[in-house]
């Protein structure tokens, strides 16, 4: 059984950094893929940033040059580095893990019970 747990989050001011994290247990970090998600209220949950078991990584277009996603094999840790926040990145975060590449894809089998991030202007 694969178990996650985020952390990280908070209330910050645009412009600013948060660093989430998501714990592991159950799993190596090395067998499966790990995504961030994230979903505001009256919204749908939306992929920000995937790392497959090679470390290739992907990102959603309203991100890219501002998070950064990457894991601790030693820790089973996945971090997602936030820099130059906006407002419209408020939302609850929440990692995902499986087995099969599924990028950006809501389709994960195993999944964190989130971490709320406000970013105010």
């Known amino acids: 059984q694969v178990q996650l747990s985020e952390s990280g989050g908070g209330s910050v001011q645009s412009g600013g950094s948060l660093r989430l994290s998501c714990a592991a247990s159950?799993?190596?970090?090395?067998?499966?893929?790990m995504g961030w998600f994230r979903q505001s209220p009256g919204k749908e949950r939306e992929g920000v940033a995937a790392i497959d078991t090679d470390g290739r990584t992907t990102y959603a277009d309203s991100v890219k040059g501002r998070f950064t996603i990457s894991q601790d094999s030693g820790k089973n840790t996945l971090y997602l580095q936030m820099n130059s926040l906006e407002p419209e990145d408020t939302a609850m975060y929440y990692c995902?893990?499986?087995?099969?590449?599924?990028?950006?894809?809501?389709?994960?089998?195993?999944w964190g019970q989130g971490t709320q991030v406000i970013v105010s202007s």
């Open positions: 159950g799993h190596t970090y090395s067998s499966y893929c």
């Open positions: 995902a893990a499986d087995r099969i590449n599924y990028g950006l894809g809501p389709h994960f089998r195993y």
